[in-house]
């Protein structure tokens, strides 16, 4: 007995002691927890308010409240600390700022200043600036918070989701051929210094395209924004067939972009297909474009929701036109229409000569060389046309977005704008055929490698090829091929038969 005694004690014991330290860690875990809560709660309670944080901004820039239009404050933790990002724009230039929570500083800002009203000042600051040395700045008076939701922001939500100027009639034109005369229309109330045609003209524009008038349709959204720097109207409504999307121009109010869309459905059963070459017909017809004049890009049939559709893409001169046309019938389920100006810009004002965005002609210009140099072609007078030319910005970085097209292949460029030496970077490339593909012999795995590599500048022994395959898509035998050369990193098709290039896509290593 005194044996099994002695054991219980020893369990008894040993069992009250791990109870206790087991108790013990878990009051220490509870303590640990409080006091850090309490940290957490006093150092986010010592933070300055989100309306100091963008009055810092605003002090700083040089932009009185009033012109101010705040599209983000936010509380955010970065590099160890609390910090508030802050952007907003004024009628000629959009500002970024990180402002240290705890003390005010400004521990970065950016500005992308498009200057639309010439005789605005452009903006002292430089892009990408870093202020570690800026003073705290404590408040001296009250200054109440700023967001899109105080008034500050020139747009209001409707039912939720749609969007409207506020204080805006409508009085549109009967439906005619051509938009009103721009001397016609707008009420001084409704100009902004960033544009010389008013939201009531820019709608009025709009239904005067597609033949309608102000009490046919219902509208969803009208209001300024900025499309690459550029100040464009965008005004949105329906009507029980149809769904209308437009980009207006804030100054000159020709229409940038049309989007028509078909609400509800049309039934697929029955009819014989009206074919591809219809269907171009009918595309063109509603373009109003010769047939002689354009470049074809896309013509294909597809599938939507189970109905066979006709999808087409064509260039014109300055505009480019895409169509979604219903197999059977011959119904246009959707167009896009986008105009663009010989210089590049999807704009019928030119982007090019910005000064407020830093980009001249000439800047422009050597982009678009570059762009050609890296694609092998010899200039733009051989066969080339230019559908987008901008310089805008990628990650806080300024680049160059390029895009044209000749007799073969589509070309989008993304080019690194600062850098020096002559000829802009390429960041990333993508190139893709449209024309019919040559039905000529088969090629070997090692010759479709070979051509590959013909579009890196490099030999293939130079070359980290990762993957080659033979694969189909589209009923065609293709080479699937991945690999990298020291500076960029490559995908790749090229066809079986014929061993010519169907797609490329390259990106800069990082």
């Known amino acids: 007995m005194s044996i099994m005694n002695s ?5 008894s014991g040993h069992k009250k002691a791990v109870i206790a330290a087991v108790s013990a860690i878990g009051a220490v875990a509870v303590v640990s927890g409080v006091v850090f809560a309490g940290y957490v709660i006093k150092e986010r309670s010592s933070l300055i308010g989100t309306g100091e944080a963008e009055r810092i901004a605003l002090l700083d820039s040089g932009v009185e409240l009033s012109n ?4 983000k404050t936010e509380l955010d933790f970065d590099d160890g600390g609390y910090v508030y990002e802050v ?7 959009e500002y970024e ?15 992308d200043g498009y200057r639309i009203n010439q005789s605005q000042p452009s903006p002292s600051q430089t892009a990408g600036e870093t202020l570690d040395n800026t003073p705290a700045f404590t408040a001296q008076e009250p200054w109440p918070a700023v967001s899109p939701d105080d008034g500050v922001n020139q747009s209001q939500e409707i039912n939720g989701s749609q969007e409207i100027e506020p204080a805006v009639t409508v009085s549109a034109p009967a439906a005619s051929d051509s938009a009103p005369a721009a001397d016609s229309s707008a009420s001084a ?6 544009s010389n045609v008013s939201l009531d003209y820019a709608k009025e524009v709009a239904l005067a395209d597609c033949g309608l008038t102000a009490g046919q349709v219902t509208f969803t959204k009208a209001k300024l924004d900025y499309d690459d720097g550029i100040a464009v109207y965008d005004v949105e409504f329906y009507t029980d067939d149809v769904k209308y999307e437009y980009e207006v121009a804030a100054q000159g109010g020709d229409i940038v972009k049309s989007e028509y869309k078909l609400r509800g459905s049309i039934s697929s059963s029955g009819g014989t297909a009206i074919g591809l070459d219809r269907a171009k017909e009918i595309a063109l017809a509603d373009s109003g474009e010769d047939a002689l004049s354009v470049v074809w890009t896309e013509t294909e049939t597809d599938y939507d929701d189970g109905v066979m559709v006709y999808e087409l893409e064509f260039y014109c001169n300055d505009n480019k036109h895409e169509y979604c046309i219903h197999s059977t019938s011959g119904v246009i389920l959707e167009r896009k229409h986008e105009r ?3 210089s590049g810009s999807h704009h019928s004002h ?11 002609s000439a800047d422009l210009e050597l982009a678009k060389s570059s762009a050609l140099l890296d694609a092998g072609l010899s200039s733009a007078g051989s066969g080339v046309s230019f559908t987008k030319a901008t310089l805008s910005r990628d990650d806080g970085r300024r680049v160059y977005e390029i895009e044209f097209y000749d007799s073969d292949y589509k070309y989008e460029y993304k080019l690194d704008a600062e850098a020096s030496g002559g000829i802009y970077p390429v960041i990333e490339a993508e190139y893709e055929r449209f024309s019919r593909l040559s039905n000529g012999s088969e090629i070997t795995y090692d010759q479709a490698k070979a051509i ?5 500048g490099y030999s293939v022994s130079e070359l980290s090829f990762e993957e080659v395959e033979l694969d189909y898509d589209d009923g065609v035998r293709l080479y699937e091929i991945k690999f990298y050369s020291p500076e960029y990193e490559f995908e790749c098709e090229i066809s079986q038969n014929g061993g010519e290039l169907i797609s490329l896509e390259k990106e800069a290593l990082r």
């Open 189 to 194: 109330g409704s100009q902004t210094a960033s």
């Open 97 to 111: 700022y990180k402002v240290s929570a705890k003390d005010g500083r400004i521990l970065e800002k950016e500005t």
């Open 452 to 456: 590959a590599a013909g579009y890196s």
């Open 87 to 93: 952007e907003f724009y004024t009628d000629d230039c």
């Open 68 to 71: 101010a239009r705040f599209t």
């Open 7 to 11: 054991i219980k004690t020893f369990v």
């Open 350 to 360: 030119s982007s090019t000569n910005q000064t407020g965005t830093g980009v001249q």
């Open 340 to 342: 663009h100006s010989s």
